[in-house]
């Protein structure tokens, strides 16, 4: 069957059960929009800027698990997309974004929307094709998709000519499966490895587990939970981590790193054995890293073997996936009377209770103000814990992630590797697409939220009903705190009263419902009014200006070194 490139493109996408792609139209892409016009199944969402489309590509892929699509233009179009890229790459996350190019004989003439997208690219992707041949198309998507998926996940670029969308060839199904000769990612654990991993674990007295993203990525929860369950040991999630392990269970003692609780931080410094899993030692979890579990035998696993002893030496290493591992660590652990000679682990977890005896989460709620934290265990309380959250970057996000437990994975999309603003809105609309039947939130704040508010008009176009939490500050927030605390409260450019939206009025100037609280005793009454409808709503809550986010490692410091309330 002879087909033009951008039909190759279109059928490709729907031989591959792709259902939406988010995207914004220009003129090196006219004859992929054109050729997905006559295919009403592959649902086009319209976002407002390419950076949008990719979060929400990104967002789509976190909820769903399954490879989100982006499709743009050349030039500024895949330039706008950069951030996005950037921020799925630092936080492995699957997607492929179809960016258009000048035709092929005009590459290099600094031709109208010309851009070096792979060059630009190259750094903030898994991977990235020009495809200059059409006859290379299908197999080029098929490839991305594959390398998007498997091993460590990531963002792939697709880089395509105009020309290219525009000739003919023969097209046929290859198939789904993919072969790369130079790209076999390590999937099962060495046996040697995983076999002294547990006995290492069934020796330790003060045993610590560590987990990140990788968890969820792998699919990995209920293996996780089962394993920790066996062991019996404390365990602590990384930002990127939080779902994997159900935080209402009593063997979790909460987030650690730079904002985590007081419990998890003294766990991880004073145990000795460290289980990593599915983790990459970032900087805002060890804190100094000469002091980072300094006691510990330090097990890794990851399905990235550059990650391994990159930031922290560990002494055993396993590379392989994550649930695949786990799968044989459970193996031997359910031997009969393999956990026979485990020691009694009661006087560790007496000293854990000791830690957590210091509320370290606590805070006032007064009757005239409101404080961020009691926002947020409202929208806890009246969605039973069981919303998608969304969030940008800052106080908000750390509240987030402090007071809004979870106890699935896949529920939680935050930026942790770049720290991205603008992130939530467009994230939050690609879980909504992705999963329409669930209550979606977005906590945010007013800084963050006017990085790209304009997607407000893809959610009542499309009729998301995402429900908005802005924790309004007038401040940028993480700014202001550390200025406070470390810059002697000289708030450089950190005030965003003067000139700040009425985020009511910008809601229904989009078509969105706009609420506010200014009180404790309107915030209840806000939540439920917006959780009953099923618009796209923006809830402005007027909160305390100058609240700080605690406990907090001061960055260089360790972990142990905590500044709490």
Known sequence: MELTGAQIVVRTLL???VRHVFGYPGGSVLHIYDAMFKHPELNHILCRHEQGAVHAADGYARVSGEVGVALVTSGPGATNAVTGLATANMDSIPLVCISGQVPVDLIGNDAFQEADTVGITRSCTKHNFLVRRVTDLARVLREAF????????????????KDVTAALCDYEDCGSEVRIRSYNPTVIGNARQVKK???MILEAQRPMIYTGGGVILSNAAAELTRMTRLIGAPITNTL??????????PLFVGMLGMHGTYEANMAVSNCDLLLAIGARFDDRVTGKISQFAPNAKIIHVDIDPTSISKNVKVHLP???DVKNVLGQMIALLEVPGARDQQPDLKPWWRQIDVWREKLCLRYHQGKDWIEPQFVIEKLRDLTQANAIVSTDVGQHQMWAAQFYPFDRPRRWLTSGGLGTMGYGLPAAMGASVALPGETVILITGDGSFQMNSQELATCCQ??????????????LGMVRQWQQIFYEGRYSQSHMATGAPDFVKLAEAYGAVGLRATRPDEVEPTIRQALATDQTVVMDFRVAEESNVYPMVPAGKALNEMILL
């Open 462 to 475: 499309f009729r998301l009903p995402v429900k908005i939490a802005i924790l309004n500050n007038s401040y």
């Open 318 to 320: 396993i590379v392989g």
């Open 240 to 249: 990127m981590g939080l779902g994997g392990f159900p935080a209402s269970d």
């Open 146 to 161: 594959h390398i998007a998926r498997t091993g460590r996940p990531g963002p792939v670029v697709v880089d395509l000519p």
């Open 15 to 17: 031989d591959l059960k």
């Open 197 to 199: 991993a547990v006995s």
